[in-house]
């Protein structure tokens, strides 16, 4: 069998070839840019690819996405159509998602943001902050992540939502779905979790229409795609104080240009990409496992729909 890897950075797109190598014994891996004869190409192990980068390999039985949203994938215009895509997931991963979401939660929650800066001005100023179950938080998208996290933060007490596109039931969470249940879902919520995936119904989502929808004084924490948020509608509502906080770990443009006004804005936390970001080396392991047993079966677990986008 024959791989291609392909990453944005080239010394990292060595380590990845190295690393699935020696997982591999008997498989050619090799970089992506280094394919030659491309038609013996069998799989590709790829974050965000370059237009056309997968169409030259005609006879791909699967492209593995490094990372559990295939939006970077399905961005390539030219992308072969019939060829399935695979996550790449696991418990790591989700383990990653549920410190990051719990962290931002309560750092909203107990207002740290304006703790700190009582201590910049030597202030013994003392918050009190209603205790978590009269606190509303919810999360917009239910798969791995975002259950994983709703769970986390109903077990931290907080009176916590869901929203997916399917109905669900998780202990300790009220589910909400569709269109339907949007607004009663984000009426109430002080604080909005975004973990939905990037498709054609997500994008920009986050929008002034959603922060009207929430309390005065919420708080968001995107951590799920950049192009979810309309990044100017924030701002008005931040400097409006419709929205009180921040978080955001995805932007429009990454790494976020040093000029950005998010870099500065006061009621903004910057992090760079990385609410959940999975290990190498556990994630070259998923993979490998991912791509020996799409070798023999013709599939595995963490094929993704890309009809629905995810
Ligand atoms: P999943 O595919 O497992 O779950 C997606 C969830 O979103 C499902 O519950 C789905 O509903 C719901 N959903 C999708 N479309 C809609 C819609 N139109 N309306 C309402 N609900 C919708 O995704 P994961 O949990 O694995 O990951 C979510 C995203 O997190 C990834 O796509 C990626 O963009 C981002 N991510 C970010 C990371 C970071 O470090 N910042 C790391 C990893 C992922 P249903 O269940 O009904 O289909
Ligand atoms: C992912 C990510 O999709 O890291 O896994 O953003």
């Known amino acids: ?10 010394d990292k797109t060595q380590w990845w070839v190295d690393m699935l190598q020696g997982l591999l014994p008997g498989w050619d891996v090799v970089s992506l840019d280094a394919a030659a004869d491309p038609e013996t190409v069998d799989f590709a192990v790829v974050w965000r690819p370059r237009t056309g980068d997968l169409a030259r390999f005609r006879n791909l039985r699967a492209i593995v996405s490094i990372g559990a949203g295939i939006d970077h994938v399905l961005a390539d215009s030219e992308l072969p159509s019939d060829v399935p895509i695979i996550r790449t997931v696991g418990a790591d991963l989700t383990q990653r998602m549920r410190e990051y979401v719990a962290l931002h ?25 209603p205790v978590a179950p009269n606190r509303t938080v919810g999360v917009m998208g239910l798969g791995n992540l975002g259950a994983a996290a709703a ?14 596109k399917s109905e669900k039931t998780i202990d300790g969470v009220t589910c909400f779905a569709g269109q339907g249940g949007f607004d009663t879902f984000l009426d109430g919520c002080d604080i909005l979790v975004n ?6 119904q997500t994008r920009g989502l986050l929008n002034a229409s959603l922060f009207r929808k929430l309390p005065k004084g919420a ?21 409006s104080g419709q929205i009180k906080q921040a978080t955001l770990d995805v932007f429009h443009i990454e790494p976020l240009p040093t000029d950005h006004p998010f870099w500065s804005h006061p009621a903004v936390t910057v992090t760079p990409h990385v609410a959940s970001q999975i290990d190498a080396a556990t994630g070259g392991r998923l993979i490998a496992n ?11 677990d963490d094929v993704a729909d890309a009809e629905r986008g995810y």
């Open 1 to 10: 069998m024959r791989v291609a890897v392909y990453l944005p950075a080239e």
């Open 105 to 129: 939660v309560l750092r909203h929650h107990r207002d740290m943001p304006r703790q700190l800066l009582a201590q910049a001005q030597n202030d013994w100023h003392a918050i009190v902050v």
């Open 151 to 164: 769970t986390t933060l109903a077990q931290l007490g907080f009176a916590t939502r869901g929203w997916s």
């Open 195 to 200: 973990l939905l995936p990037l498709t054609d």
């Open 219 to 239: 708080c968001v924490i995107n951590c799920a795609r950049g192009p979810h948020l309309v990044e100017d509608d924030l701002v008005a509502a931040l400097d």
């Open 290 to 300: 991912n791509l020996m047993t799409f070798a023999k079966t013709g599939t595995c």
